[in-house]
C-alpha cells in the first residue's frame, strides 16, 4: 500500500483530514473531474487536507477501512462520497463509516435527490427510500458549498450553508437552496490528488486523460419540451398507448434534471482549467475531455488562444451529439486545419447516437431521428479522409460511442430495424462500442416520472434496485 502516512507529507495540512470516494473502473486512468475539484477547493479554502480515493468494484472492504483508518489517524473521519453510479456496496459503506463514527457526506450529482430519496416513497412502500441513514449530509450543488459547513460540523444550525441536505430531531428532512456556480472556483484541478483501491493496496493514480469544464449541464436539457412515451414491451396487453410528459433534456438522463443547462464558462476559466493540466514527456498537455455537448462552435478560438498562450496541447477529446455535429461541421474543419498546425490531436471519443431506430430515439427523447445519426456517421468518415492524421472517431482509435440496448421498448420489429442499419452501413466496423449499455433509469429522471404514471395507472409496481428502477422486470400488481 501507498501509506496515507506518504499522502498527508505531501501537503503542509497536518491536522484535519478529508477523503472523497468515488466509484471508478479497474483497470482505467482517466480522471475526475467532479471530486478532484471539490478535494482541490477544499484544500485551498479550508483547513482540511483532502484526497480522492477511486474505488473499483474489485475493492477489499477490509483494506480501505484499514488505510481510512492509517490516513485518518486520531482525527475523525470526514468522508465525501461523489460520483457512485448507484453502488449500493459504497452506499452500505458510508452507513457502516456513520455508525462507526466518520462524518459521511453525500455529494455530487444527485446528491439531493438521492438523499431524499424517490418522490412520494412515504406513500409507496416500495419506492426507494433515500439515503438519509446512510450519510449525515446531502451536498448539492458547486462543490465551494462544503467549506462552510467544514467550519461548523459540530453545530446544530446548519441554515445558512448552501446546497446541504440534513435531518432534524424530528427525522424531517431540511433542504438548503443550492447557491449559483463560480467560475472563480472552477479555474484549477490538483490532478495528483487521487489514488485507488487495487487488491489489497491503495495507491497513486496517475491520469492519462483529464476533463476540462466548459459548459454546466447540457443545452438539450435547457427548456421543457412535450413528448409521449411508449408503454413498455413487459406491458403487452397496453402496446400502442402513450404517457404524456413535459420533459427535459434526454428522458433517461438524470443529470439533465439535475443540472439543467446552466451556461457557458469564461474563456479564462476554462484556459486555466487547460494551463494547470499535467504535460507529457514531450511538455504538450495531457489529452483531456472538453466537457461541452456543443463544442464546435467555440474549437477554433479556443485553439487559437491556447497557441497565443504558448500551451502545447496533445490531444482533445469531444463529446457531443450528431445533430450539434451536423450543424458544426465547418466550424470543426476549421478546427482541424488549425490543430494540424499545432500537431494535436482531436478525437470525436463519444457521439450520443444511442440507437438506430426512430421508435427508441422518440422515447429517450433524444430530438434526433435515425436519418440525422446516419448522416453524422457519413460526414465522420469523410472528415476522416481529409483530415487523417489530425482526426480520430472510431472504436478503433479509442471513441466509445452512445448505443443504449437493451431498451423497455425493444420488439422484433425494433431489433430488425436496428440490425438492418447495422449491416447496411457497416456500423459494427467502427461505430459501434464493444459493448452497449443498457437503458438505466435513476429515479429522478424523467423516465422514472413514465414509470411512476404507468404505476399509478395500472396499479403495478416495478421493482428498485437501490437507486434504479427495474424496468426490465414484469411489473407486479399491488
Known amino acids: 500500500m501507498k501509506s496515507p502516512k506518504a499522502m498527508s507529507n505531501k501537503t503542509a495540512h497536518a491536522g484535519k ?50 488505510a ?15 460520483a457512485l453510479s448507484g453502488r449500493e456496496d459504497l452506499f452500505a459503506l458510508a452507513k457502516e463509516l456513520r455508525a462507526e463514527g466518520a462524518v459521511t457526506i453525500l ?34 450543488g458547486p462543490a465551494e ?16 450553508i448552501p446546497g446541504l441536505l440534513y435531518t432534524d430531531r424530528d427525522a424531517n428532512i431540511i433542504h438548503n437552496p443550492p447557491a449559483d456556480w463560480n467560475e472563480n472556483y472552477l479555474g484549477k484541478v490538483r490532478w495528483d490528488n487521487i489514488y485507488i483501491t487495487a487488491k489489497e493496496v491503495i495507491a497513486p493514480l496517475k491520469i492519462r486523460t483529464a476533463q476540462v469544464l466548459q459548459h454546466i449541464g447540457c443545452p438539450h436539457a435547457a427548456r421543457i419540451t412535450p413528448t409521449e412515451i411508449d408503454y413498455p414491451t413487459s406491458i403487452s396487453e397496453r402496446q400502442g398507448q402513450r404517457i404524456k410528459l413535459q420533459l427535459k433534456g434526454c428522458s433517461f438522463c438524470d443529470v439533465a434534471v439535475d443540472k439543467g443547462f446552466h451556461g457557458k464558462l469564461d474563456r479564462e476559466a476554462v484556459i486555466r482549467q ?13 489529452p483531456f475531455e472538453l466537457i461541452n455537448e456543443n463544442p464546435l462552435p467555440t474549437l477554433p478560438d479556443l485553439l487559437r488562444e491556447v497557441n497565443l498562450r504558448g500551451i502545447k496541447l496533445s490531444q482533445i477529446n469531444l463529446t457531443l451529439r450528431a445533430d450539434w455535429f451536423i450543424s458544426g461541421v465547418q466550424h470543426l ?21 444511442e440507437s438506430f ?35 480520430g472517431y472510431s472504436s478503433q482509435e479509442g471513441a466509445n460511442h452512445g448505443f443504449i440496448h437493451p431498451t423497455a421498448w425493444d420488439t422484433k420489429e425494433t431489433s430488425a430495424e436496428i440490425q438492418k442499419n447495422i449491416y447496411l452501413y457497416g456500423l459494427q466496423n467502427d461505430i459501434l462500442p464493444p459493448h452497449s449499455t443498457p437503458l438505466i433509469i435513476h429515479h429522478a429522471s424523467g423516465l422514472a416520472h413514465w414509470i411512476r404514471k404507468i404505476e399509478r395507472r395500472e396499479g403495478l409496481g416495478f421493482k428498485r434496485y437501490g437507486t434504479i428502477i427495474g424496468w426490465w422486470e414484469k411489473p407486479r400488481p399491488f
Open 68 to 82: 481510512l483508518a492509517d490516513y485518518f489517524g486520531d482525527a475523525r473521519p470526514v468522508i465525501g462520497f461523489s
Open 17 to 66: 483530514k478529508m477523503v472523497i470516494i468515488t466509484s471508478y473502473f479497474k483497470d482505467e486512468a482517466y480522471g475526475l473531474l467532479g471530486p478532484q475539484m471539490a478535494a482541490t477547493i477544499i484544500q485551498k479554502h479550508s483547513p482540511y487536507e483532502c484526497i480522492v480515493i477511486a474505488v473499483t468494484r474489485e475493492y477489499a472492504k477490509d483494506a480501505l477501512k484499514n
Open 107 to 140: 455529494a455530487g450529482p444527485q446528491a439531493d435527490v438521492d438523499y431524499l430519496g424517490e418522490k412520494g416513497w412515504r406513500h409507496h412502500p416500495h419506492r426507494f427510500k433515500g439515503l438519509s441513514e446512510n450519510f449525515n449530509f446531502g451536498l448539492h
Open 357 to 391: 431506430d426512430d421508435r427508441i430515439l422518440r422515447n429517450l427523447n433524444k430530438g434526433l431521428s435515425v436519418e440525422n445519426n446516419l448522416q453524422a456517421i457519413r460526414l465522420i468518415r469523410q472528415l476522416k479522409k481529409e483530415y487523417p492524421h489530425q482526426m
Open 333 to 353: 474543419k476549421e478546427a482541424l486545419r488549425i490543430a494540424g498546425e499545432l500537431g494535436v490531436y482531436v478525437l470525436l471519443s463519444s457521439i450520443g447516437f
Open 145 to 160: 458549498q462544503v467549506i462552510g459547513l467544514l467550519k461548523c460540523l459540530d453545530r446544530n444550525d446548519w441554515s445558512n
Open 274 to 286: 487547460i494551463n494547470f493540466l499535467p504535460e507529457t514527456q514531450e511538455g504538450r498537455k495531457i
